[in-house]
């Protein structure tokens, strides 16, 4: 069992920038997958980025592409999602997730945290 704790999330202007952070609890976070989704509302929850187990394989969603960087450092239990050139579409909650194999279906995350809002004013 793993522990998500999302953090960074806030209020910035289009054109701006935030990182967010999840720590993970436990020893064991090498062993799991990681992705970012975002979820607002009326919409369906949509994976962002993932990240595999070493880090040697990412994904990034279209919309995203060249804006978001994801990356972990699993010396300290933590993935990031790096976010430039902010959007207000960007808009959302933002989730960390955490599951056995890379993947971009939440479906197959089996750990989430609980959410850190990002709201992009134009």
């Known amino acids: 069992q793993v522990q998500l704790v999302e953090s960074g999330g806030g209020l910035v202007q289009a054109g701006g920038s935030l990182r967010l952070s999840c720590a993970a609890s436990g020893r064991t976070f090498s062993y799991y997958a990681m992705g970012w989704f975002r979820q607002a509302p009326g919409r369906h929850r949509e994976c962002v980025a993932t990240i595999s187990q070493s880090g040697a394989r990412r994904s990034i969603a279209d919309s995203v592409k060249g804006r978001f960087t994801i990356s972990r450092d699993n010396a300290k239990n933590t993935v990031y999602l790096q976010m430039n050139s902010l959007k207000p579409e960007d808009t959302a909650v933002y989730y960390c997730?955490?599951?056995?194999?890379?993947?971009?279906?939440?479906?197959?995350?089996?750990?989430w945290g609980q959410g850190t809002q990002v709201t992009v004013s134009s």
């Open positions: 997730a955490a599951g056995s194999s890379f993947d971009n279906n939440e479906n197959k995350y089996d750990w």
